[in-house]
């Protein structure tokens, strides 16, 4: 069993910033890619940022120059710098990995989903 986590988010001022948090905890063989997703009311879920095992990085063009995103290989977890935040930052973010776990000597494979959290900018 994999247990995903993410913590964070919260109401900040236009201009403020946030830090986004998301760990990984179970029977892990190896975690892959992971990533940060928004989704706004009425829209579909749309990817934020991605990081590689290698570490290569990927960003949306909305939040290139103000969002970092980064990981920690030792504590499986993945973080999401949010900087220079505008209101239509506004969203429900969601931290994504694709992780091989253990099961019963083998090795399986699935994509695992935070519980979501709610990002408010607004004055």
């Known amino acids: 069993q994999v247990q995903f986590v993410e913590s964070g988010g919260g109401l900040v001022q236009p201009g403020g910033s946030l830090r986004l948090s998301c760990a990984a905890s179970?029977?892990?063989?190896?975690?892959?890619?992971m990533g940060w997703y928004l989704q706004a009311p009425g829209k579909q879920r749309e990817l934020v940022a991605s990081?590689?095992?290698?570490?290569?990085?990927n960003y949306a063009d909305s939040v290139k120059g103000r969002f970092t995103i980064s990981r920690d290989n030792a504590k499986n977890a993945v973080y999401l710098q949010m900087s220079s935040l505008k209101p239509e930052d506004t969203a429900v973010y969601y931290c994504?990995?694709?992780?091989?776990?253990?099961?019963?000597?083998?090795?399986?494979?699935?994509?695992?989903w935070g519980q979501g959290t709610q990002v408010t900018v607004s004055s």
């Open positions: 179970g029977s892990i063989f190896s975690i892959h890619r």
């Open positions: 994504n990995a694709a992780i091989s776990y253990l099961v019963s000597g083998k090795i399986g494979r699935n994509d695992y």
């Open positions: 990081i590689t095992s290698g570490g290569s990085i």
